[in-house]
């Protein structure tokens, strides 16, 4: 009964090539983000939605396109992938992440993309 | 911009070992504070999260951390780490109030090899 579930777990493709990742979770969490973890294991955040509305969108290219149909959902279109796109992307949810919450975040089980 | 720093990159214990991995942030309002593990080719686990009260926190798996305000610290114990603590630490803080988007800043994380 997995809590965020993130498809594909593994993702090699090549240069150029357009794909998308995507997230659910079932814990009723109102808040869905997207992380990325590079090569030095260094976590950032890259998109945040609260209730499908985008509330967080770091300095990401515009290579990158979340989309989140409804609160439980948030996926990852990335177009033209790059080398440097190579990384693991995890999801994560908390509940009201617009104000202190003492639920904290869970992750899933990340998608590592490997752009060759 | 907050930023969160652990001062260790690498730490190699034998079992038995006490362990202290150190954490500091960078922001000089009020903060949640988290620990998460990263077993190996796993996702993030919460391994313990102050937000307000007793400044001790106790965690899963032994693991305990004390937030010292004045020294913008949060330092992860573990009294006696064992070969199945070998894994990746995360320190991460959410700033609270105004403007919380509920985003985690992660420092760059630890790895900790037990040694049988």
């Known amino acids: 009964d997995t809590a965020v579930s993130q498809t594909p777990k593994y993702l090699v493709t090549q240069m150029g090539n357009d794909k998308s990742i995507k997230c659910e979770q079932n814990l009723g969490h109102d808040t869905m983000y997207w992380y990325k973890q590079d090569s030095k294991k260094f976590l950032k955040i890259m998109f945040s939605?609260?209730?499908?509305?985008?509330?967080i969108n770091e300095t990401v290219p515009n290579r990158f396109s979340p989309k989140s149909p409804d609160k439980a959902h948030l996926n990852l279109h990335i177009n033209s992938l790059e080398l440097g796109d190579s990384a693991v992307y995890f999801c994560a949810s908390s509940l009201s992440g617009g104000r202190p919450s003492n639920y904290g975040y869970t992750f899933g089980s990340g998608t590592r993309l490997t752009v060759v | 911009a907050q930023s969160v720093s652990q001062h260790n990159h690498h730490v190699i214990l034998s079992e038995a070992a006490s362990l202290e991995l150190g954490c500091n942030y960078s922001?000089?309002?009020?903060?949640?504070l988290f620990w998460y593990v990263q077993y190996p080719g796993q996702h993030l686990q919460l391994l313990l999260k102050?937000?307000?009260?007793?400044?001790l926190v106790k965690g899963i798996k032994g693991f305990e951390a004390e937030f010292i305000k004045s020294k913008f610290s949060f330092n992860l114990r573990k009294p006696s780490v064992q070969w199945s603590d070998t894994a990746e630490y995360f320190c991460a803080v959410n700033v609270r109030g105004s403007g919380n988007t509920g985003k985690l800043i992660f420092g760059q994380g630890t790895t900790l090899q037990v040694k049988p």
């Open positions: 922001y000089g309002g009020t903060v949640n």
């Open positions: 939605y609260n209730n499908k509305e985008l509330i």
């Open positions: 102050y937000f307000s009260g007793d400044p």
